[in-house]
């Protein structure tokens, strides 16, 4: 019986990007969700680092990085004994698989992802890796077999142009790859802006009053929200038009809690903007200070790395398979 269990489980992969702190705002609206993902899916959740130097990193800020992003996920509730963790750089199977694919996919094709015509646009010295991107993500997702990519809606045409990949691959070469599907994140609720909260919560926001990063001091957690725009009704209501400020830290109130958002307005009828605002600073300095305890025991210790260990010692013998398996279909051998 369990084995069958097992064995029905679908398989999903995603892959991280290293850069920046993560904002309540990830966490809400994508972190949560991968965190329900793992009871669901034999999932293999990886830290693009190999992503992150298309565009220039500073070495020690990005190595940095690498490694907060690593302990703030498991420090988020992502599990490694029910998840296969690790770095993409450490795994050599990734960029030569990608070469392989780059000679199956057109340069058209590459042309026309969005996102390197929007970053391309940015800035006209981009390296080359800017545009086989697409490619080297593809590979990430083939070397596995799996069923999912869950993505955020902005890296959907990448899952496609995997899939395009996969099935010409398989078509010239004969079945090589499965042929993934994006499980596209839910929109789910949007949390906003402290300071403006007609803007989404952005870590790239120049004012930070508005916005709540995961190792921010819990006590400047607690000021940014006291200090939210609300308006001058007085009265806490879901009214995202008229009152935003309000709605939106509803919203978070609701996420966190677990509450109906008409529980949440029915709870905090009589109370003020004052109190309910320090209900809220409760709530979110609560679940937050879970996070950096976890957090701390975490970015310096021994324990970090044996999770990588395992993670990439899994990650070589399942991508090596496919890699071999690719070099003799396309005739790479003595
Ligand atoms: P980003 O930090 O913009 O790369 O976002 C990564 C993912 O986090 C997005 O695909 C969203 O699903 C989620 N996310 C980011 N900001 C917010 C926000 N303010 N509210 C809800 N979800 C968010
Ligand atoms: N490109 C993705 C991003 O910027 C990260 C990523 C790299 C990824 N490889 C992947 C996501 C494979 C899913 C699957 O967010």
Not at 236 to 249: H, T
Request: proline content about 3%; hydrophobic content about 35%; aromatic content about 8%.
């Amino acid at each position: 019986m369990k084995r069958d269990e097992k064995m029905e489980k679908k398989k999903m992969l995603t892959g991280l990007q290293p850069t920046g702190v993560i904002t309540l705002g990830n966490y809400i609206g994508a972190i949560k969700q991968m965190v329900d993902y793992q009871e669901k899916y034999d999932s293999i959740i990886f830290i693009a680092d190999m992503h992150a130097i298309t565009i220039p990193q500073d070495p020690e800020t990005l190595a940095n990085n690498i490694r907060q992003l690593i302990a703030l996920y498991i420090a988020c509730g992502i599990d490694p004994k029910k998840n296969t963790i690790f770095l993409q750089s450490e795994n050599p199977y990734h960029a030569n698989i990608s070469w392989m694919l780059e000679c199956n996919t057109y340069f058209g094709e590459l042309s026309r992802m969005t996102q390197f015509k929007d970053k391309s646009k940015k800035n006209a010295n981009f390296s080359a890796g800017l545009f086989t991107y697409p490619v080297l993500m593809a590979s990430d997702i083939l070397a596995y077999d799996v069923d999912y990519v869950p993505v955020g809606i902005d890296q959907k045409q990448h899952v496609e142009i995997a899939r395009d990949i996969a099935i010409r691959f398989n078509k010239k070469y004969g079945e090589t790859f499965k042929v993934p599907e994006p499980l596209i994140r839910a929109e789910g609720t949007k949390i906003m802006d402290l300071q403006s909260p007609d803007k989404k919560m952005s870590k790239s926001s120049e004012n930070q009053k508005g916005v709540i990063r995961l190792l921010d001091d819990t006590a400047v957690i607690r000021k940014k929200i006291m200090s939210a725009t609300t308006d001058s009704m007085g009265k806490i209501n879901f009214d995202i038009e008229n009152q935003p400020g309000i709605s939106n830290l509803i919203n978070i109130y609701v996420s966190l809690s677990g509450m109906s958002k008409e529980d949440v307005v029915e709870k905090f009828a009589e109370s003020n903007y004052g109190t309910f605002k320090t209900a809220v600073a409760d709530l979110v300095v609560e679940e937050i200070e879970k996070i950096q305890k976890r957090y701390n025991d975490l970015i310096n210790s021994e324990e970090l790395d044996r999770i990588l260990d395992v993670g990439i010692e899994k990650a070589l013998k399942t991508s090596r398979e496919k890699y071999e398996l690719m070099k003799q279909k396309i005739g790479l051998r003595r």
